[in-house]
């Protein structure tokens, strides 16, 4: 049996430890506060001579695994991420090195749950404020001051549903709170099985609502989600409760809502810059506040569970190979990856796209294929689809081609595999669709020679790259428009590369696909937006 050696750069529980050192064939080394150098910034020259000794490592946030690191391990297959954010470690190089990264993303599900949810009550009732006014012996007053609002029969806004989200929700039930819940890939039928009612977009589930709690990863989409119009939204005297990321919150736009008593007050665990200045303006306001600094995985319960997950992971893998928890492209033998690569990238391109153009919410993603690709094993190739549709606005749960098929699960998203149905002239397809009802989004791409191609978008018949910035403008089939279009860009000084056009055959409707340079600028989408005869604009990285 082979023996493996494993390295601990970071403190984790004992418990883990043990479980990964009781497993034949496995050697570990707890070796911690020897591998990064906060001064430099660097790893330290120490722990560059001690990695290339090891095949297994486990860190924490304190180890910086960079590309100068992968450079000299030479034995190194897998690292261990006892948490859920990898920041701290160079995925891009880990991939090119082969070695796997893995993440414990359900160890501290629980922790943050509870955290989120004692914000909230904390919000709710003033706990801190009237905490703070009895050690200072200001009992009567306090009790005067700090009237409570109750939870019993609000309607709580929960913004992303994921493990987090999930676990927020059953327990705000138990309080009695009608739960309303926007994420855009839980369908109708897992919102029934929850016990949720579904809101198909975020100004619809806040619209109204008393509490809303956010459980969404940090985005371009995302930043500020919860801005002053979607506040303004809401009830007269809500509550707002954020321990995701900072960013979500529009912190100026909060205070104003605050500052007009429109909002009743927050609960934060994370801000938009952290640590947070001493004088940051919210910190100025004296009732219905709650603010932690980051805590939402702090408790013994979460960090020993996240230690033993990861040792157990790294257990598995070396003994049985399995690989759960992967956050980059798994290993794949030369065979398969001879014979399916070609089509990864595009199955990806495919399912991104789709992700940007298709129903929000859909049921079910069917892929369809037609030619060579079809005698292939394309479970391969579909959960590529469904990883490039599932991670372009699911980051929380680190999609990969490891996990998508559960996360789909976990959001009621059914998939499904069949031959080709759109009429074509190539001898070669890759087609995915959505499908919400009776309403169906489908994108599909082939290959000319070994050159991938997009060459159909909803209904449409185009030919664009799979790659790049891309620019999708829907209009009224009408002369003039594509003038239009590209005169705005030429205006805003954004060059185009490349354009495709394709109009419905009763040519009520166009689209151009558009390749372009540099990302459009917002005034210039937003210009095109406000067009009277455009009924769509897109602009998005594939």
């Known amino acids: 049996m082979a023996n493996y050696r494993v390295l601990v ?73 006892a948490g859920v954010g990898v920041d701290n470690i160079d995925r891009s190089a880990a991939t090119d090195h082969g070695v796997i990264v893995m993440n414990t993303p359900t160890g501290n599900t629980i922790s943050t749950a509870e955290h989120a949810f004692t914000l909230m009550l904390a919000t709710a009732r003033n706990i801190g404020p009237a905490h703070a006014e009895v050690l200072k012996g200001n009992f009567k007053a306090a009790r005067k001051t700090y009237q409570g609002i109750e939870l019993n029969g609000k309607r709580l806004a929960v913004l ?16 009695n709170m009608h739960v309303v819940a926007y994420d855009p890939f839980l369908s109708q039928a897992r919102a029934d099985q929850l016990k949720v009612e579904l809101a198909g977009t975020p100004d619809a589930a806040l619209a109204g609502a008393d509490v809303v709690t956010l459980h969404v990863p940090l985005t371009d989409e995302t930043k500020h989600i919860l801005n002053a119009k979607r506040l303004a939204s809401m009830n007269a005297g809500a509550l707002v409760i954020n321990c995701a990321r900072g960013g979500l919150i529009d912190e100026e736009a909060l205070k104003a809502a605050i500052d007009s008593g429109h909002i009743a007050g927050c609960g934060l665990d994370v801000f938009e810059t952290e640590p947070p200045s001493a004088d940051h303006p919210l910190f100025t306001l004296g009732k219905h506040i709650a603010f932690t600094p980051h805590l939402g995985a702090s408790t013994n319960e979460a960090q020993e569970n996240v230690g033993i997950q990861v040792a157990e992971q790294l257990r598995d893998y070396f003994i049985t190979g399995e690989i759960r928890n992967a956050v980059n492209m798994p290993n794949l033998d030369s065979r398969t990856l001879e014979s399916v690569g070609p089509y990864l990238d595009l199955a990806t391109s495919l399912g991104k796209l789709l992700s940007k153009i298709a129903p929000a919410q859909c049921d079910t993603i069917k892929v369809s294929y037609l030619g060579p690709v079809s005698e292939l094993d394309t479970e391969l190739v579909t959960r590529t689809v469904l990883t490039g549709f599932l991670a372009y606005a699911h980051e929380e749960s680190q999609v990969n081609l490891v996990n998508a098929p559960a996360v789909a699960k976990a959001l009621g998203l059914q998939i499904t595999e069949s031959t080709v149905a759109l009429a074509t002239n190539c001898t070669e397809l890759i087609e995915v669709s959505a499908i919400k009802g009776n309403e169906v989004c489908t994108v599909a791409g082939t290959f000319y020679g070994k050159s991938p191609r997009i060459v159909h978008i909803s209904g449409h018949n185009v030919e664009t790259s799979p790659s790049g910035r891309i620019l999708f403008v829907e209009n009224d089939d009408r002369p003039g428009m594509v003038g239009l279009i590209g005169n705005s860009l030429g205006e805003a000084g954004v060059n185009i590369a490349n354009m495709a056009l394709s109009r419905t055959e009763d040519r009520t409707s166009a689209v151009t696909v558009i390749e372009v340079d540099t990302e459009p600028p917002a005034e210039l989408l937003e210009k095109l937006r406000s067009t009277p005869g455009i009924i769509r604009v897109l602009s998005f990285e594939l």
Do not use: C, W
């Open 160 to 175: 992303g549903m994921g493990r987090i989200g999930t676990e927020f929700a059953k327990r705000a039930q138990s309080f």
């Open 9 to 81: 750069s970071d403190p984790i529980s004992e418990k883990g430890v043990e479980a990964l050192a009781a497993a034949a064939g496995i050697t570990v080394d707890v070796k911690t506060g020897i591998s990064f150098d906060p001064k430099t910034g660097k790893p330290t020259e120490e722990f560059l001579k001690l990695i290339p000794e090891y095949h297994g490592l486990i860190v924490r946030s304190e180890t910086k695994v960079t590309a100068e690191v992968f450079a000299v391990a030479k034995n190194l297959k897998v690292i261990g991420r």
